[in-house]
């Protein structure tokens, strides 16, 4: 005798993880931080340290003028919570004993500035965002994955050296415009989001896009996913939900570079 099927599981009783919410602004403060050391300890495993190049900032969820960051000279892959700094519009640290990167505060002061919106904002020097940067172009829709920047991403297309006056921040600011990144000519990627989750998959999506283009350029002539579809599947996979969602089995498998972060 045939058993019946397994009847299918009510959608309310499946588990499924979404971003979570704050009965208090110390409460969402706290997790801003650790999620931004949890972002920091990523980038410095997946090896987008050049030295002290490279930052990730944090608005601060009460102060919204300020914003937490990593400081000046530390390694990625070592930075705890304790170590972060809160640095406020006028460049000054006010929490913390640390330095600020003073190419930090120059972009993503203006970045944040710009776009309220933003709560985190992902810049570093990482090989392959570098690398398509010197050819000063954009990404391509060549692939699924990369789509979600077609038309939601621009170029700097300029290079004056180290980013260290706010008028430079101003004018990386004002290419970013409303999209979800930006490619700084001869330097490099920063990304924003909507959460520091979805600032730091975009950054690292990001990279290994520009990866896929050099390496698929480097093998033929790339075939390009079409205007229409290329916006569908943007609109389906470039929204900063997605972006969080995506970035969760990210942080889960890589737990061994987590260890003494919150400290």
Known sequence: ???????????????????????????????????????????????????????????????????????FGMSFKRITVSDLILVNHDGQVVQGRHHVNAAAFAIHSQVHAARPEVVAAAHS????????????????????????????????????????????????????????????????????GDSVDAAAWWFITMERSCQVQLMARAAGKPVLVDHENAVVTRDQLGNDLVAWINYQPLVAGHGDALVGAFE
């Not at 990369?146 to 980013?163: I, K, N, P, Q, R």
């Not at 490619?183 to 990627?189: K, M, Q, S, V, Y």
Request: aromatic fraction near 10%; charged fraction near 25%.
């Open 125 to 192: 020097h990482s090989v392959y965002g570098k690398t398509l940067s010197a050819l000063g172009e954009l990404l391509e829709p060549i692939t699924q994955d990369v789509c979600a920047f077609y038309e939601s991403h621009a170029l700097f297309d300029d290079y004056t050296g180290v980013v260290l006056d706010q008028e430079e921040g101003r004018r990386i600011a004002a290419a970013l415009a409303g999209h979800k990144a930006v490619i700084l000519r001869n330097h490099g990627l920063l990304t924003v």
């Open 1 to 71: 005798m045939t058993n019946p099927p397994p009847s299918p599981v009510p959608l309310d009783q499946l588990q499924f993880a979404l971003p979570q919410t704050f009965e208090t602004v110390e409460e969402e403060r706290r997790h801003r931080k650790e999620r931004l050391v949890v972002a920091l300890r990523l980038f410095g495993k997946f090896g987008f340290e050049e030295g002290v190049a490279g930052h990730i900032t944090a608005r601060d969820p009460e102060w919204t003028d300020h914003f937490w960051v990593n400081p």
